[in-house]
């Protein structure tokens, strides 16, 4: 089928585009830039150019396809009001492409968070959290899901807390970001918080699988490792970066702190027995080795 791809110059969206080119399906990928339709046509993907912001390109995009994957996000983590605004801009996105698929029986797929359950890994029966900094992704997103009712093939793919390739990328990615500025590799409270990850390239797999096969309405788990100790990854952090490692401020984390202090392990039991799904690349931990000082 040809797919309608949001964000697909980013670190997911690459490697879903490389993912679904290699299994027979075509992409039409929206461009902010001219560096980022250049990257997209490299990579073998029809471009049309936009942003989140303009409703008619996407409009535009949806009608011509077959599907559409969502990956698109300002990630601007600066501040409560640039999350706010990052928040409603994707909402408006959302609704705008949903609207457009109504009664048409294609998929449509976008990206939500797994989420938070106190004292166990969560799984995909869990609800999206609708709470927090970034709690309004999780109403978009219920959002879309009852699109189901209306003849859309509507899921979310949730993504853990780190999504890596190469080192880089999720919140480890801004764990390694804070320390190459601060000289400190940190952690909130006592580390032994877990957070869930999983390999680009494996994450891309899921996506083409919820594509193919997932019914309406559903969530799935692109969780490889169940959860980290973030006071590990900080380990790893200050090894490869020669730096001290050590317990710092909440703060430190900015408009993210709270979510970074939670435990929050997440399963993909579910998604890897009714998908066939099954990741083969690094961990986490083993993917960090490739950090560079």
């Known amino acids: 089928m040809q797919v309608f791809i949001t964000g697909g110059s980013g670190l997911i969206g690459s490697a879903v585009i490389a993912e679904l080119l290699g299994n027979g399906h075509t992409v039409l990928a929206l461009a902010r830039s001219d560096s980022s339709a250049a990257a997209l046509e490299t990579a073998g993907a029809e471009t049309i150019r936009g942003d989140l912001t303009d409703l008619a390109t996407l409009r535009a995009g949806a009608a011509r396809t077959d599907g559409v994957i969502h990956l698109a996000f300002a990630n601007d983590f600066s501040s409560p009001a640039a999350v706010a605004a990052a928040v409603a801009e994707e909402s408006a996105a959302l609704a705008t492409l949903g609207e457009e698929l109504i009664g048409s029986d294609r998929p449509f797929l976008t990206v939500s968070g797994t989420p938070w359950v106190p004292g166990r890994a969560s799984t995909e029966a869990d609800p999206s959290s609708t709470d927090g900094p970034v709690g309004g992704r999780g109403v978009s997103v219920n959002a879309v899901l009852d699109l ?10 949730r993504l853990p807390r780190t999504v890596h390739n190469n080192g880089t990328g999720g919140f480890a990615g801004l764990l390694t970001g804070i320390a190459r500025r601060t000289g400190v590799a940190g952690y909130p409270g006592d580390g032994a918080q877990r957070w869930p990850a999983v390999h680009a390239l494996d994450a891309a797999v899921l996506f083409r699988l919820v594509l193919e096969k997932a019914p309406g309405g559903t969530a799935w ?30 703060e430190t984390f900015g408009p993210l702190g709270p979510i970074f202090a939670t435990d929050q392990p997440s399963s993909s039991t579910h998604t890897r027995q009714t998908l066939g799904w099954q990741p083969i690349h690094p961990s986490l931990l083993e993917d960090l080795e490739n950090i560079q000082p």
Request: hydrophobic share 50%.
């Open 221 to 250: 788990h692109a969780v490889a490792d169940e959860g980290d100790a973030v006071r590990d990854m900080a380990a790893v952090i200050g090894r490869r970066l020669g730096i001290a490692v050590e317990a710092v401020p909440e």
């Open 148 to 157: 189901a009712s209306r003849g859309v093939r509507s899921a979310a793919v």
